[in-house]
């Protein structure tokens, strides 16, 4: 898999998480999956971080 393809899959999958944890707020699991989801936003600038450093 291509490293924008892998960056576009995690993006994407943030939005997701973020999206359904955002309306299950209410319920301990959605303020869990919107946490994920923003953790797995800030996972492509690392990654680049890592692809450019590394």
Not at 19 to 33: A, H, M, Q, T, Y
Not at 41 to 52: D, G
């Amino acid at each position: 898999m291509d490293n924008v393809h892998l960056m576009i899959v995690l993006l994407v999958t943030g939005f997701l998480l973020l999206g359904i944890g955002f309306s299950n707020r209410e319920k301990d699991w959605g303020v869990w999956l919107t946490g994920l989801g923003t953790a797995s936003m800030f996972a492509p600038i690392v990654l680049k971080m890592y692809i450019e450093l590394g």
